[in-house]
């Protein structure tokens, strides 16, 4: 197996393992939230006050489909909309405390889970695992998390 292969597959096997945490940790709020829709509140957690068209590109979906999950975060009271009072023709968003409270809850569960594998990894094989990640993200073009809401897809 060539060098890439080994990588890619390591990778892959790794991102099933994500994947399985952040579907456990979105377990409690799933009938409030869909993934996607969670993923706006991530987003919106990194970057703050954002415009939708703004949010659409970092979502990489159209304003439509932006415009409509921003209708249902907005409807649950997790997030607030309004119109940019510098254009009239934008509309910014930004969490509610209870927008905040709902991220801030799924990334402990998902930050416990990963704190439960980690642990069992020799220090090490920790460090090494910090340093090919931070490679890793980098080469994604993901900016760094600031440790308390990691940004990209849960």
């Known amino acids: 197996m060539?060098?890439?292969d080994m990588?890619?597959?390591a990778?892959?096997?790794g991102s099933r393992v994500l994947v399985a945490i952040a579907a456990r940790s979105l377990a409690a709020v799933e009938e409030r939230v869909?993934?996607?829709?969670f993923r706006m509140l991530v987003?919106?957690?990194?970057?703050?006050?954002?415009?939708?068209?703004?949010m659409a590109e970092l979502l990489d979906v159209n304003s439509s489909t932006a415009m409509r999950m921003a209708d249902r975060l907005a409807a649950a009271g997790l997030i607030v909309r309004e119109v940019n009072p510098d254009n009239r023709r934008e509309?910014?968003?930004?969490?509610?405390?209870?927008g905040r409270r709902l991220v801030d809850e799924v990334t402990a569960r998902r930050r416990a889970e990963i704190d439960?594998?980690?642990?069992?990894?020799a220090p090490e094989h920790r460090r090494a695992l910090v340093e090919a990640?931070?490679?890793?993200?980098?080469a994604a073009g993901e900016p760094p998390a600031d440790g308390s809401h990691p940004l990209g897809w849960p």
């Open 2 to 4: 060539q060098e890439l």
């Open 34 to 37: 869909t993934l996607p829709q």
């Open 133 to 138: 990640m931070a490679a890793f993200n980098e």
């Open 91 to 98: 509309t910014l968003m930004r969490l509610t405390p209870e």
């Open 11 to 13: 990778v892959l096997t």
């Open 7 to 9: 990588v890619s597959s």
């Open 116 to 121: 439960s594998i980690v642990s069992r990894m």
């Open 43 to 54: 987003v919106l957690s990194g970057h703050g006050e954002t415009k939708l068209v703004t």
